[in-house]
Each structure stands twice: as C-alpha cells, then as structure tokens.
C-alpha cells in the first residue's frame, strides 16, 4: 500500500509529465472565467446585507408589498427659490428616471396660508433662510441614472445627500480606483519580484501564474449571481497579496533542489514534495481564517469570505498544478535571463536579531494585555453615512445640508389601517418626542374626519394601502450614533405600546441601528471561531501542542496592537473594517510564522537553538519580504487610493497589520521559539532537537 507521500509524489511526477495539456486546461478556464466575471453582479447596499429576519429588513420588505415607491433615500437641497420655483423644482425631480416619490413642504402644511402661522418645526424642516430641502425617494435598480439627472437638474452649486446617493456615488468612483489600485499592485508587485528573484523572467511567471488563479476566482464568482462591493474592490488585491508567497515559495524550493538534482523534472517534484506541507498548511489556515467570516449574520462578511476562501483555494491548486508546468516550461528562459541577486544575504540580520529577540519578546509580552483592552475600546461607525469624507463632493454636500437644516433623516412607519382612533393617538404620541420635526400621514395630512373616497388616488396610494397606513417621519438626526439609536428605540417603544407586534418601521438610522446590532454581535463569535479553526490546523499540520499557541499568541499580538492604534490615535473606525480585518490578518499572516517555525524545525536538527535562529532567518527573510512587502503596499494602495471610507480603513488596517505581523514573526517569534525550545521537543511528535555532542544524522 502505497504511503501519503509516495501518493503525493506519484501525482506531482504525472503533472511534471503532462505540461502542455495543464497549461491549456487552466488558460482556457482562465480565459472563460475572464469573460464571464463581466457578467458578476456588484451589490453597493449594505441594507441589503443585513438578516432576512432584522426588523427593518421586514419593514423594507413589508413596504415593498404594500406601496409602490420605497421607503425616502435621498435629500435635495435647492438654494435661493421662493415657493413657487420650489415647487417646480419638485415637480422636476420627480420626473427624474428612477424616482418614485418627492416630499416636500406643500405635503406637510398649507402653502397657500402664510408660512407664518403654519408650525414653525415643520416648515423649517423643508424651507428655510430661501432654501428648499426635498426628500426623495429612487429606486435602488436606477440609483447612477437618477443621481446624475438630478445633478444636472440642480447644479454644483446646490447639494444632495443620502443613502442612494452615496451607493450611486459608490458605484461609479469605485471601480475606476479598482482598476487603478490592480495597476499600481501589479507594478509594485513587479519591481518587488525583480529584487527578490534571480532571474529577469521569473517576476512575470509569478505574476501570469497569479493572474490566471484570480481571472479563474473572479469568473467563477458568477456562481453568486452578485458579489458586494467589498469583495469586488478587495477580493483580487488581497488574491494577490496572499498568494504569491505560495508560488515565491515553490520557486525558491525549486531553484535549492535543483542545485541538488541537475535535472529539472526530478527537482521540480523533489520541490513540490517539500513544499507542499508548509504551502498547504499555510494556505489551510488562511482558507480557515476567511471562512471563519462565513459565521457573521452580517452578509458581507460570508460573501467575502466565501470568495476569498475560494481564491486561496484555486491559487493553492495552481501552485500545486498549473506553476510546475509554466515552472518547467519557462526554465531555459530563466536559466539565460539569470542575474545575480540585488539583496544582500541575511546572516548579519540573522546575528542581530540573536541579540535582539530576547527583549523583543520580553515588550511583546507586556503591550500584549493594554494592546487587548485598547483594541476593544474604539469608536465606531456602523453604517453607510460617513464612508465619504469632507475632501469629496458628496461629503462637502452633506456638510452643506447639515449647516443649513441640521442633522436629518426620514423615518417610515406602518401600522395596520382601519383604526383612525389609534393612529391619531400614534401620531400625537409620535409628535411628543422631541426630535420628530414633521409627520406625513393620512391622519396628519388629509385628517381622519375626510372620508378616504374623496381623496385623490395619488395622494391616497403614499398614504394608505389595502393594509397597511403610512406615515413618514422628519427626524432630527444623524444617520447613526448614540443619539439615534436611543431614537430608533423611543419609537420603537411607542409604535409597540399603540400597535404591539404589528407595526413595522424603516429608515436609514433604522437599518444602521439594526446593522449595529448585527455584526457588534458577530465579532466575538467570529474572531473565536478563526482563533480555534487556525489553532486546530496548525494543530494537526505540525503535530505539536505548544507550536500552535505560539504561532497564534503572536500574530493575534499583531492584530490586537494594529487595532489599538486608531484608539490612541482618537480616530473613528468602520465597524465592518475592524471585524472583518480581524481575520484576514490572521489568515493572511500566519503564513509568515509557519514559514519561520517549519525553517526552525528544520534547522534544529542539526543546529543549537540560536545557530537555527540565525540560520532561519537568513533562509526565510527574503521570501517573507517579498510577500509581506507586498500584502503591505497593496493594503496601503488600497487605502490611499480609494474614496470609499470603509475600503480605504480595510486597506490601511490591512497595510498596518502586514508590517506589524512581518516585524513579530522577525523580531518577537524567534525569541519566543529560543525560550520555549525544550517545552517545544517534549511536546511535538516526530522530531529530535540537536543537542551539543551530538553527531548530525
């Protein structure tokens, strides 16, 4: 019966064997999956991400079945306009592609009664200092069409803010930086390749090899039918970034067999058969780190770590498969375009180091517990409202919005009609809390006393449906925040004390409440269940009790300290960005501590413990370089280059979170594998340290 390892190396000797017919397989999925990744759907609505069973998730649901226009998504602001050029205006935007509904201050009061006598709350709610504000309702299918004919309506000199506007704006300015972020990595990638290899062509066979495994992830995303847009800006970049140090380490494996076995086959499987434990368990747990997202209610975080998982896994099966072939193909091209090496040897790094890791690993240990506590006592935003800041046109608008009419948002609540009595008492219930500015309803607008058959239908059909009565609330304030979300509950309480269990309520702040909800719930569960999974492969993969403890305490160190950061720094963090960073640096870092720790155990066979450091490092510092350089310029492009709050944050904390992982596996592990070296052989199955005296086997 044949051994595991003797499987593994019949199937590499196959695949050494049959190049051609690989290559063609793979370019041809490549090319296929190219095309179809024109067709993936881009979803830029976190709404859309919440539970199906969240409350407002139902209210947006409820709405949809019972009304023909959705729920207010948009305001306008129009400057310098009397009444009646206010009025034209909104009679302009309604005919706006993609707009379903306008309200305005003729909706609310009588304007053809001096505005003077009118409430002065609801007046000032929608016209003010000459100034219209329109609330405005677009649907979610025509959100770019009608952003832009409204821009065009009003002028750059007027404003319009909101949910669907920001997703418009999203939509359009993200994938253009996508493209710009994806030539800015590539280069980077380029120049970086070219000082760590040794030959001119081996930079762009890494990169065709990477190529070919995210055309083939991004094409087959179709499966989803669409992605969001956190997957579509960072799944290609984070691709990339994790990847290459898979094929980096194949290549590098290679090129020390070959000095070995002259002939390229044999060596090429030789490679393949040592490599292969640490690319998989490298891989593995970064497989594990993002599927660890799969546990969120919150759906981005399933959707990127779905298409992530499944990334690392086709760049896994290309390492494995596709690379040995293009490897061999291309190696008497590399063998001629050989060039000696740009970077130094590393033994001098490695005796610093020596010297070093002991007090290293003595301050990681102690800013370990204050980085804890830091990470978890930052403020966060939850929602969509500040994903663009005061530099951009949309974040300029809302300041422009805010410093006129202040803080508001639009409220919609729906009660079970029929029961003029308890909607009336709703309603003055409803007006009793201060922040409510203005009520549009069929009891406040039209009056409970006017028969409904005499109404308009137009106006009748926003009001009340066959079921449902409707009623859209001015609120003063802000899209989320603590303020809000103790509103979100004041109504909720009322709606429920008038109509227990059967009222729904809607809203932008609503959605952000629930969001709020939603992942703050998720981030224990998911960073314990990347936490376990990780230490559970490492457990099985290495064989060893401690090992897994080390390696994990250390790049978890990296994380607690890259999230403490914005704390002391008095900087606000995206909630979704600090959760979800949480495990792709685990996934993605972890790498470099197995890379060290398999060189180490490699080393300690034949070596005392600090020979094995000093050797270690020598050996692995180019190719972590290369990759960490690497994960950090793509996060840090990511980060410069994007507009959209949330993406930018996760590029920077994943830039950040590089460097500092890179630094602990450099600087802080090898002091924690110099202490731990005994209770490191006494608890690892199948090795055998040197000791002094000792004749090397």
Not at 38 to 62: E, H, Q
Request: net charge negative; hydrophobic share 45%; aromatic share 10%.
């Amino acid at each position: 019966m044949k051994t595991p390892i003797g499987i593994m190396r019949k199937f590499y000797s196959w695949v050494v064997s049959n190049p051609k017919k690989i290559l063609m397989v793979f370019l041809a999925a490549a090319i296929v999956c190219g095309i179809l990744n024109g067709f993936v759907g881009v979803n830029y609505d976190m709404k859309d991400y919440l539970p199906d069973d969240s409350p407002s998730t139902a209210a947006l649901n409820k709405m949809q079945e019972e009304f023909a226009g959705g729920i207010p998504n948009a305001r306008v602001m129009v400057r310098n306009v009397q009444i009646p050029e206010a009025l034209e205006y909104k009679e302009a935007l309604a005919q706006c592609t993609g707009v379903t509904d306008v309200i305005w201050l003729d909706d609310a009061v009588n304007i053809y009664q001096p505005l003077e006598t009118q409430d002065q709350d609801t007046v000032e709610a929608y016209y003010k200092e000459e100034t219209a504000l329109f609330t405005v309702t677009i649907e979610e299918e025509k959100r770019i069409e009608a952003v832009d004919e409204i821009r065009s309506l009003i002028g750059e000199e007027n404003a319009m803010t909101g949910d669907a506007v920001s997703s418009a704006i999203a939509t359009t300015s993200t994938e253009g930086q996508i493209r710009k972020i994806t030539v800015f990595a590539v280069l980077v990638v380029f120049f970086i390749l070219t000082l760590t290899t040794t030959s001119w062509v081996e930079p762009l066979i890494v990169l065709f090899g990477l190529g070919v495994a995210i055309l083939i992830n991004s094409g087959s995303n179709l499966i989803f039918g669409e992605i969001s847009f956190v997957t579509n800006a960072a799944g290609a970049v984070l691709q990339l970034a994790v990847s290459l140090d898979y094929s980096v380490f194949l290549i590098h494996r290679f090129e020390e067999c070959l000095l070995e076995t002259p002939d390229s086959r044999t060596a090429m499987v030789n490679a393949l058969c040592k490599s292969t434990s640490s690319i998989l368990s490298s891989g593995l747990t970064t497989v594990i780190g993002f599927l660890a997202l799969l546990f969120m209610r919150f759906g981005i975080g399933p959707d990127l770590g779905t298409a992530l998982a499944k990334g690392v896994a086709i760049s896994l099966t290309t390492v494995f498969v596709f690379m040995p072939c293009l490897i061999l193909v291309s190696h008497e091209l590399m063998r001629k375009t050989h060039h000696k090496k740009f970077l130094p040897e590393f033994d001098k790094f490695g005796r610093f180091v020596s010297h070093v890791m002991i007090p290293m690993a003595g301050t990681c240990v102690i800013v370990m517990v204050p980085g804890f506590l830091a990470s978890n006592q930052n403020s966060f935003y939850y929602g969509a409202s500040r994903i663009f800041g005061e530099d951009t046109q949309l974040g300029a608008d809302t300041q422009a919005v805010e410093e006129i009419f202040g803080k508001c948002d639009a409220y919609v609540v729906l009660i079970p009609n029929g029961d003029a009595d308890g909607e009336r008492q709703l309603s003055d219930a409803l007006h009793g809390i201060r922040e409510i500015s203005s009520i549009i309803s069929y009891t406040d607008t039209v009056g409970s006393s006017i028969p409904m058959e005499y109404l308009d239908e137009s106006v009748l059909s926003q009001l009340v449906s066959e079921n449902y009565s409707r009623m859209v609330l001015t609120v003063e304030a802000d899209y989320e925040g603590e303020e809000t979300f103790d509103l979100v509950e004041q109504i909720r309480d009322t709606a429920e004390e008038y109509y227990p269990g059967t009222y729904y309520l809607a809203g932008e702040g609503v959605s952000t409440y629930d969001l709020m909800d939603t992942i703050t719930a998720d981030t224990m569960k998911v960073n314990l269940i990347a936490i376990g999974a990780v230490f559970a492969v490492l457990l099985l993969t290495m064989q060893s009790v401690t090992l897994p403890v080390i390696l994990v305490l250390s790049i978890e160190t990296a994380i607690w300290i890259n999230m403490a950061i914005p704390y002391f720094t008095d900087s606000v963090v995206f909630y979704i960005a600090y959760l979800i960073i949480s495990s792709i640096q685990l996934g993605a870092t972890v790498d470099y501590a197995i890379l060290f720790t398999d060189r180490y155990l490699e080393q300690r066979e034949k070596n005392d413990r600090k020979e094995a450091i000093i050797k270690t490092i020598a050996a692995v510092t180019p190719s972590l370089l290369t990759s960490g350089t690497v994960m950090a310029v793509v996060g840090f492009l990511l980060g410069y280059i994007s507009t959209h709050g949330i993406l930018s944050q996760l590029g920077t904390f994943l830039g950040k979170g590089t460097l500092l992982s890179l630094s602990i596996v450099l600087f802080v592990l090898p002091g924690f594998l110099f202490l731990a070296d005994k209770l490191v052989e006494h608890t690892t199955r199948g090795i055998h340290f040197y000791h002094k005296g000792e004749k090397i086997k």
